[in-house]
């Protein structure tokens, strides 16, 4: 079954401990990216990836690392996470970015306390 | 810059029609359509590109202007089912940017 997958689906965290949320797709799409939903402000993008090695960021990339060393994976790391990072994340992939579909992951549930 | 949608709630009887806008200030290569659920991740409607070609589900419908840099969401004969957060994206230069979303309330 063609899906992306994130890994944890709920994590409560403290100020200052470092983590990690997985994003895995398998169709092999060369496009993906990583957006926050906050109420009110719709799905704001992170980092987004074209390619293996090739990240940029999005519309609201401070706190935000994201690394893409394979095709199939491309992780949101918080080095330092902060509680107005508590939100709603959402991994996508496309085949390009370029018109077409975007295949969005279950999401993610963060809160920093 | 996110564009910018209207209205950003509506509430319909089933069966009734609706229109969500969206537009932008910048020269769009494509808009897309999704549609959330609450607690659920956005699924994909349509995408309208530059030039005419559309791509998505044949029960929707849906407009650009690309002078105007424009689009239009078009809900006919409303169904339960329909009941919803909408956002368009705006693509620029492969780079997909959301609105805020239009909720849509259907009651029976």
């Known amino acids: 079954e063609a899906q992306v997958t994130q890994n944890p689906r709920y994590l409560i965290t403290v100020t200052g401990k470092k983590l990690t949320v997985t994003c895995s797709q398998n169709m092999n799409h060369e496009y993906m990216s990583w957006y926050r939903q906050d109420p009110g402000l719709g799905l704001r993008q992170i980092y987004y990836s074209m390619n293996v090695e090739v990240t940029d960021k999005g519309d609201v990339p401070e706190g935000y690392k994201v690394s893409r060393k394979e095709k199939r994976n491309f992780p949101l790391i918080l080095e330092s996470p902060s509680p107005n990072q508590t939100s709603l994340y959402f991994c996508?992939?496309?085949?390009?970015?370029?018109?077409?579909?975007?295949?969005f992951g279950p999401g993610t549930r963060l809160t920093v306390t | 810059q996110q564009p910018v949608q209207s209205p950003q709630a509506v509430i319909l009887r089933e069966g009734e029609d609706a229109v969500i806008n969206c537009s932008s200030s910048k020269a769009l290569y494509s808009v897309h359509w999704y549609r959330q659920k609450h607690g659920e991740a956005p699924v994909f409607l349509m995408i309208l590109l530059k030039g005419g070609e559309q791509k998505g589900h044949e029960k929707i419908s849906a407009s650009f202007n690309e002078k105007k840099q424009q689009s239009s969401l078009y809900l006919t004969a409303s169904q339960l089912s329909y009941s919803g957060t909408y956002f368009c994206g705006t693509e620029v230069y492969e780079k997909l940017t959301f609105g805020t979303g239009t909720r849509l309330t259907i009651i029976p």
């Open positions: 996508a992939s496309s085949n390009t970015q370029a018109g077409n579909e975007q295949y």
